[in-house]
């Protein structure tokens, strides 16, 4: 009987260990979560695109994240037809049509200015 007492006793203290440290990653993950995070700053040159049209570009991603594929896809779309020239609006159209499953028909326009604007010489 003793021993099962102590390996009562040794699994409540192993318990009660792990549980100290799930609340204090706990309290830990809450404290990074209130601070304010910095806007990502792009990594793109978006000097070509209007003010307002840089807006957009900048919260496609925050859509694309927030689970608003629909609207993150047709704001993506509507840039890159709007700047066809412009090779990271036709790149972003292309990858979220291919990640949200867009028919490649669609998509095609998108994905073919894209390979073009790659293959010029900067």
């Known amino acids: 009987m003793p021993e099962e007492r102590q390996n009562y006793v040794q699994n409540l203290r192993s318990a009660l260990a792990h549980a ?7 309290q830990a993950a ?22 307002a049209d840089r807006a ?3 919260k496609i991603d925050e859509q694309r994240q927030a689970g608003q594929h629909n609207e ?3 704001a993506a779309t509507a840039l890159a ?4 020239d412009f090779l ?6 292309c990858e979220l049509g291919m990640q949200f499953g867009v028919g490649p028909r669609r998509i095609q326009v998108y994905c073919d200015r894209m390979s073009k604007l790659f293959a010029q010489p900067r």
């Open 30 to 51: 809450m404290q990074a979560a209130s601070r304010p995070q910095a806007k990502a700053v792009p990594a793109e040159d978006l000097t070509p695109l209007a003010e």
């Open 20 to 26: 100290d440290e799930a609340r204090q990653t706990q």
């Open 81 to 84: 037809d709007g700047y066809p």
């Open 56 to 58: 957009i570009y900048l």
């Open 72 to 74: 993150a896809f047709h």
């Open 88 to 93: 990271p609006a036709q790149q972003k159209a």
